[in-house]
């Protein structure tokens, strides 16, 4: 009798739980990317796109230390005026904040549809752990960085990316063709969306549904581009591919025998997967907040857990100290040196912070010289922002507030 209640106690519990989380009318794949819908989707992307797992295991389970005391809400400075954490977060529709210093936990909020056990898309910031990725396997020499992507991948080798070293490519300066506008429908980043079957509607009408091991195949190059940083999504899908090559082994699988296990991930992560079977390393990640902040921890403890290196020291090292772009010399903050690394934006302030990076404001800061990590899920309306004082540079006055509240 007692077993029974207990399992109805479960079953009411579960119920209760899907009755305040219903699906919300009108998403569908061509909505789901977009405000004001993403804010469900993004927590439930497993409900809405085909998904791989990348497998945790419960035996490696690093827990991280202060959950328990961990502020929830706390006054910041922000715009010369203090305001609550919760409605900055408000304000720029962020989902969730988790800020680690000095390896504990001193920060921890939720809002929208975002709790501690659900996962939410990464975008971008796959990116960051496909080139955690590609170190592991390097280390093992299962990779040589001044090999090209033909050398690996023949269906590439007349593609834009096939003459490229994969050095070149790990720093988006390769010499495809891709164009990254996603405010253009027709362009390469948009039509890699329709190719994938993961957008639908009046914007991919022109376009077929054949996955990622065709359309790569077929984007061109342009000469002119060669040893030059432009953001290109599709250069880390090739790498993914590159490393699949290499190893015999699928995407995600990797990503969870190399990172998420010995990272001591608390749940499993999940990556979407075209109609092919393309796993999209460029952006289609799903994990938890707890988890993204120790994939920042990771990079911050120069890629050792406990007493095992799982990403090369030297490789951490490298993307933390280099000296920044000069062609971005236009575009830098007063006093910075900014560039891009392995998958990873330097903010060259002279005090080695980085971050991972996700449109929709997805954000991992890591601060070697304050010892801080800080994660962040967001659902901005669309890819830059999409509402009046939503954005890039307004979510990372949120988390220096942060970092100097806690510092």
């Not at 955690?132 to 093992?140: F, G, H, I, K, R």
């Not at 912070?353 to 962040?376: C, E, F, K, L, N």
């Given at each position: 009798m007692k077993n029974l209640v207990t399992f109805g106690l479960m079953v009411m519990i579960a119920f209760s739980a899907s009755a305040q989380d219903p699906r919300p009318d009108g998403v569908t794949g061509a909505t789901w990317q977009f405000g004001p819908l993403n804010r469900w989707a993004y927590t439930h992307i497993r409900e809405i796109l085909p998904t791989k797992d990348i497998p945790n295991d419960y035996r490696m389970v690093r827990p991280l230390k202060g959950l328990s005391s961990a502020a929830g809400n706390l006054d910041i400075a922000l715009e010369g005026r203090q305001v609550q954490l919760s409605a900055a977060m408000d304000q720029n529709y962020i989902d969730g904040i988790l800020v680690i210093k000095n390896g504990q936990v001193v920060v921890e909020r939720y809002a929208g549809t975002l709790t501690p056990q659900r996962t939410h898309l990464l975008w971008s910031i796959s990116k960051t752990v496909t080139g955690?990725?590609?170190?592991?396997?390097?280390?093992?020499g299962l990779i040589d960085l001044e090999k090209t992507v033909g050398d690996y991948v023949p269906a590439l080798a007349e593609s834009g990316w096939g003459k490229d070293k994969l050095r070149a490519l790990l720093d988006m300066r390769d010499t495809s063709n891709?164009?990254?506008?996603?405010?253009?429908?027709?362009?390469?980043?948009?039509?890699?969306?329709?190719?994938d079957g993961l957008l639908t509607g009046e914007m991919c009408l022109d376009t077929k549904v054949i996955g990622n091991y065709k359309f790569l195949p077929a984007v061109g190059r342009d000469e002119s581009r060669f040893d030059t940083f432009i953001y290109k999504s599709g250069t880390t899908d090739v790498i993914a591919w590159v490393l699949e090559a290499a190893t015999g082994k699928r995407f995600a699988d990797l990503v969870s025998e190399r990172i998420w296990k010995p990272m001591g991930a608390e749940r499993s992560a999940a990556i979407t997967v075209d109609v092919s079977g393309f796993t999209l390393a460029s952006g289609g990640m799903v994990a938890t907040l707890r988890d993204l902040a120790r994939v920042g921890q990771l990079m911050l403890d120069r890629g050792k857990v406990g007493d095992q290196q799982i990403v090369p020291a030297n490789w951490l090292d490298d993307i933390f100290n280099q000296p920044g772009d000069p062609s971005w010399s236009s575009l830098r903050p007063e006093g910075t040196a900014p560039y891009y690394r392995s998958f990873v934006w330097g903010v060259g302030d002279g005090k080695g912070?980085?971050?991972?990076?996700?449109?929709?404001?997805?954000?991992?800061?890591?601060?070697?010289?304050?010892?801080?990590?800080?994660?962040?899920?967001s659902s901005w309306p669309d890819a830059s922002g999409g509402a009046p004082g939503v954005g890039g540079a307004e979510t990372d006055a949120v988390i220096q507030a942060l970092k100097a509240a806690v510092n």
């Open positions: 955690l990725t590609a170190a592991s396997v390097a280390a093992d891709w164009n990254e506008d996603y405010s253009a429908p027709d362009s390469t980043v948009r039509r890699q969306d329709c190719a912070t980085v971050q991972a990076r996700g449109v929709h404001g997805q954000i991992i800061d890591v601060s070697p010289s304050t010892g801080t990590v800080v994660a962040v899920f």
